[in-house]
């Protein structure tokens, strides 16, 4: 997680605790979407 966060760019917030976890993890995806690097959904089928 810390090293996610860094090479993001984002302040770290304590590891292992539910809710910094989570805020870690939302800031993660807000960054990649802000990069328009979401991955597109596939085909379940595929």
């Not at 939302?26 to 990069?35: N, Y």
């Not at 328009?36 to 085909?43: H, K, L, M, Y």
């Amino acid at each position: 997680m810390a090293q996610a966060l860094e090479v993001a760019g984002l302040p770290w917030r304590r590891h292992h605790r539910g809710e910094d976890d989570a805020w870690n993890i939302a800031a993660l995806v807000l960054r990649i979407a802000d990069r328009g690097a979401w991955p597109e959904e596939r085909d379940p089928g595929h």
